[in-house]
């Protein structure tokens, strides 16, 4: 498997784990050091794999029917960009729908940086 494949797999399997509601399976797929940039509005960074993990946790109790729909995912070399749509109860609070885009930053076949943009309604 060629390294630009790598990163769109590894992101593949983290938005399963992401709709299976599986923190710990998400869990396994970021580095120690992993840093979650924006994964709310007006929320703080989230620096390190537990603390990722337990964030993922209280998001799906608070949003039980989030699941992402991805509507584009590219990779180039150790990066990955994907564009997605979340409907349910949204992790942001917002009712219906939302989209937004996360950059992928890999190192040594793990997620070490997640940074998401997140758009609203549209």
Not at 21 to 38: I, K, Q, S, T, Y
Not at 70 to 87: D, N, P, S, T, Y
Not at 98 to 112: E, P, Y
């Amino acid at each position: 498997m060629s390294r630009l494949e790598a990163a769109v797999r590894v992101v593949l399997e983290f938005s399963e784990a992401f709709n299976r509601h599986d923190a710990p399976a998400m869990a396994a797929l970021v580095a120690e050091d992993f840093v979650l940039e924006g994964s709310s509005l007006g929320a703080p960074a989230v620096s390190g794999r537990a603390a990722a993990e337990q964030h993922w946790q209280e998001l799906f109790q608070r949003s039980p029917a989030a699941k992402i729909e991805i509507e584009e995912l590219f990779g180039l070399g150790l990066r990955c960009v994907r564009r997605w749509k979340c409907a349910g109860a949204t992790p942001c609070g917002i009712d219906g729908w939302i989209r937004g885009v996360d950059l992928f930053q890999l190192r040594q076949g793990l997620i070490g940086l997640q940074q998401v943009y997140i758009k609203g309604r549209s």
